[in-house]
């Protein structure tokens, strides 16, 4: 009897064993989701000298898809991502995208094509740990230095693995060793992709609601530029009281690997905010130091969020780089709308590039349509020439 329950046991085992694999593989799909994104834009850049005034309309459609989970032991899950973004041209290419050979005109760094934008498997084990193996879109504190440029239609993501570790409640640590940054000039062309080895790591402590202290270290080891590789260690403080919110963030940058120059460099940024009324004010001191040979860089960050909407500082020039701006924010009857004035100048040889007026308009018609416009005046002095830029956008999420 004992020796017929076993055999009885041996054999239903793969069967038993076989459905609850089909039953885990079952719900690993139907537990996936499927979302579409589309956002237009149009964008208009009005350079004076020797370029044409560009003109991009383009079309970004997104789809998304997260798989359910796959439960591998207690308390351990694998799930997959997979992100794809195709940009189409509605209209003219007159303007230069850095791949269509249209240089007599502006640049609009929006390219058409399709592009893998992520493709990722989480290993989740317990509830404060995710490896994250694969391309990915990493966007660590303000993105003033890791970010994925959202901005522009064809996002900057990255290959290689992360691993995000919650300690406590207060207290959380990001990794991530990186390959390949995969970026905005994408999907073809010579500046599509960045390889090198990037390791970086963020601390985060929330010492309050309304305070957070980040430590951060980027170490950047580029095969192409190698003259761009360095390390960069900060510290970014937010915080908030009595109606004041504020940022203090601190760092200094050093050659490292294969760079030529040998240098040390300091970068700050200070921001101070307060309401009067409905409308906030902030005020914006920032500084990319540099030793009159070399300049503090932040080669991986969503730059379009500094410095300006006209984006004339993408690269810090030689200089250095001071910039101090005034934003107000406020409502206009259901939209959101906010005015800046920025002033750059040279951290070394007292040279003022120019100024810039910028100014936005959001309005949000419904849970799944938002609109925007926006526009950016530079007046150039000693850096760039005089240049207006407008953009009208449409984003649709069903």
Same mark, same amino acid.
């Given at each position: ?113 399709? %592009? ?22 990493? *966007? ?13 239609? *064809? ?26 940054? *995969? ?37 950047? %080891? ?8 360095? $390390? ?58 540099? %030793? ?80 925007? $416009? ?25």
């Amino acid at each position: 009897m004992k020796r017929a329950l076993l055999l009885a046991t041996l054999a239903t085992a793969p069967l038993t064993i076989c459905h609850a694999a089909a039953t885990e593989a079952a719900q690993f799909w139907q537990d996936s989701t499927v979302k579409w994104n589309f956002r237009y834009r149009l964008e208009q850049v009005q350079p004076d000298g020797a370029l044409a005034d560009a003109l991009a309309s383009t079309l970004r459609s997104r789809l998304t898809v997260n798989s359910g989970q796959w439960t591998l032991a207690t308390n351990q899950s694998l799930s997959a991502l997979i992100e794809a973004d195709h940009v189409a041209l509605l209209g003219g290419d007159s303007y230069n995208s850095t791949v269509n050979g249209q240089s007599r005109y502006a640049t609009i760094a929006d390219p058409d094509g399709l %592009d893998l934008n992520q493709a990722a498997l989480l290993f989740k084990a317990g509830s404060n740990s995710l490896i994250t193996i694969g391309r990915q879109r990493l *966007n660590f504190g303000d993105q003033r230095f890791i970010g994925s440029v959202g901005w522009r239609q *064809n996002e900057q993501t990255f290959d290689g693995i992360r691993l995000s570790q919650q300690f406590s409640p207060t207290l959380q640590l990001d990794m991530a060793s990186l390959h390949n940054a *995969n970026r905005v000039f994408g999907p073809d062309g010579a500046n599509a992709d960045l390889h090198g080895r990037f390791n970086l790591a963020q601390a985060q402590w929330t010492m309050a609601a309304d305070q957070v202290l980040q430590g951060y270290f980027y170490d950047l %080891d580029f095969d192409t530029v190698s003259a761009r590789s360095a $390390g960069t260690t900060g510290l970014d403080y937010k915080g908030g009281a009595r109606g004041f919110k504020w940022q203090a963030a601190l760092a200094r940058q050093h050659d490292a690997h294969a760079a030529l120059a040998d240098y040390e460099l300091n970068y700050h940024r200070f921001e101070l905010s307060y309401p009067l009324g409905k409308v906030t004010v902030k005020g914006i001191l920032e500084r990319l130091g540099s %030793d009159g040979q070399n300049a503090f860089q932040t080669p991986f960050a969503t730059l379009h969020a500094f410095n300006g909407f006209a984006d004339m500082f993408l690269t810090t020039p030689v200089k250095g780089l001071r910039e101090q701006a005034v934003q107000l924010a406020f409502p206009v009857q259901k939209a959101k709308a906010t005015l800046s004035w920025h002033r750059f100048h040279s951290d070394v040889a007292s040279l003022h590039y120019g100024n810039e007026l910028d100014a936005s308009l959001a309005y949000e018609l419904s849970s799944q349509w938002q609109l925007l $416009g926006k526009v950016a005046f530079y007046q150039a002095d000693t850096l760039q020439a005089d240049t207006r830029k407008f953009w009208l956008m449409a984003t649709y999420q069903p």
